[in-house]
């Protein structure tokens, strides 16, 4: 069996249309594999089975805060590592609390899906695809 050697990048928005709009987009790249969660605390969970290659995050989420995800992810030996790409409706008012906790990307709702898509790119560069066999 082949080894998916596509980037997985996990969509945390509780908004449905749009988290499944930007996980489709990155599903249409090739390279790439999305999945959207609505949840934080299904992410958390699921963060702790797998460890993504990029986490696009809403900042402003039921029951727990993007930041907060954020901080419980740095905690972790696990996903301390895995670049985060916040998605927030208000930047300006969180831009002190994004410097506090070292994030340098994120983009403003709404935000244009191809912008998005170059900063998934640039943060979660994909595989150089191998060389297969035309048999």
């Known amino acids: 069996m082949r080894e998916d050697t596509r980037r997985l990048v996990l969509v945390i928005d509780d908004d449905e249309a749009i988290g499944q709009t930007v996980a489709e987009a990155i599903n249409d790249e090739p390279g790439y594999r999305a999945v959207h969660i609505a949840s934080p605390s299904r992410a958390l969970a699921l963060l ?30 696990r996903t301390w590592r895995v670049p985060v790409l916040f998605e927030t409706a208000n930047g300006p008012a969180h831009a002190d609390e994004f410097r506090r906790v070292g994030v340098a990307s994120y983009l403003s709702k709404p935000f244009d899906i191809w912008n998005l898509l170059a900063y998934v790119k640039h943060l979660a560069p994909p595989r150089p695809f191998s060389a297969r066999s035309t048999n």
């Not at 089975?49 to 740095?74: A, H, T």
């Open 48 to 77: 702790e089975q797998l460890v993504p290659d990029l986490l696009v995050l809403d900042v402003q989420l039921p029951g727990m805060s993007g930041l907060e995800l954020y901080d419980s992810m740095r905690s972790a030996s």
